[in-house]
């Protein structure tokens, strides 16, 4: 079975057939789906993350905010953030880190907002996963100034980044999660760092519902299509797809002490 390590279904690309996604992610094997919601915290929109979690057993929730909605982030954001973490299938504050790809929220707001995400997270022993997109060397500085010590680590999800971003972050002791890109055509440099990585830090995802793998690129992605993700990173590790999804989710389950 293979678990599906970051999504975004709770959002309105799916508001018409989310239960048939759910429905064809199972028939898939796809067992389990990490639901990660974002967007701006006042909108509501962490309370419907949480919500479709509570409604599926196949469902955990991630809620934290976005580097491109570091702007909108401030103690009321904080508070909601904690009393929704409260509910037993939310295992990770995420996504957080830093997007200087797209700049939407400021450079210094987006480090400010995720050092103060990073230090509420470690307060209530949560996990991280991290979005970090032309940012390399700062998101690593402050996650060694600010998460060396923590006790529980994180998740580079969607890695897209340098093999020495991949070495560091392993070393540090994160997860890295790879979605459609390393099936992409062009992805030769990305498929030769997966290969590099090893195996009991591996992770699988989609980021559905952009980003869709070989070969339905050109339609809206979904967590069934993480099997396309499983097959190549299979393929780079010498391994067969069952005993990739085998690793990948025995990795999710280890990690977030399921
Ligand atoms: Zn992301
Ligand atoms: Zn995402």
Redesign the pocket.
């Known amino acids: 079975m293979f678990i599906d390590s970051?999504a975004h279904i709770d959002g309105p690309e799916f508001d018409a057939d989310r239960e048939a996604v759910i429905k064809r992610a199972q028939a898939a094997g796809v067992s389990t789906i990490l639901n990660?919601g974002?967007g701006d915290p006042h909108s509501g929109a962490f309370e419907r993350a949480v919500e479709l979690g509570r409604q599926h057993a196949s469902i955990y929730t991630a809620i934290g905010t976005?580097p491109h909605d570091a702007r909108l982030y401030d103690a009321a954001a904080e508070k909601k953030i904690k009393l929704l973490i409260s509910s037993d299938h939310v295992i990770a504050w995420g996504?957080i880190?830093l997007?200087f790809h797209y700049d939407n929220s400021p450079r210094d707001v987006q480090a400010e907002v995720f050092k103060r995400q990073l230090r509420a997270a470690r307060e209530c022993d949560l996990p991280v996963?991290i979005?970090t997109?032309e940012a390399e060397s700062e998101t690593i500085d402050i996650l060694q100034s600010e998460y060396a010590r923590a006790e529980r680590r994180g998740i580079f999800?969607?890695f897209s980044g340098s093999m020495d971003l991949a070495q560091k972050a392993v070393s540090i002791g994160f997860m890295i999660s790879f979605s459609g890109i390393v099936t992409f055509k062009k992805a030769d440099e990305l498929r030769a760092i997966a290969k590099q990585v090893p195996l009991e830090r591996l992770l699988i995802e989609t980021?559905c519902p952009y980003l869709t793998p070989v070969p339905h690129r050109g339609k809206r992605n979904e967590p069934a299509y993480v099997v396309e993700v499983a097959r190549c990173l299979a393929a780079l590790h010498g391994i067969e797809i069952e005993a990739m999804a085998e690793v990948t989710g025995e990795n999710f389950r280890r990690f977030f002490r399921l």
């Open positions: 970051h990660v974002t976005h996504e880190g997007d996963i979005h997109r999800h969607c980021d």
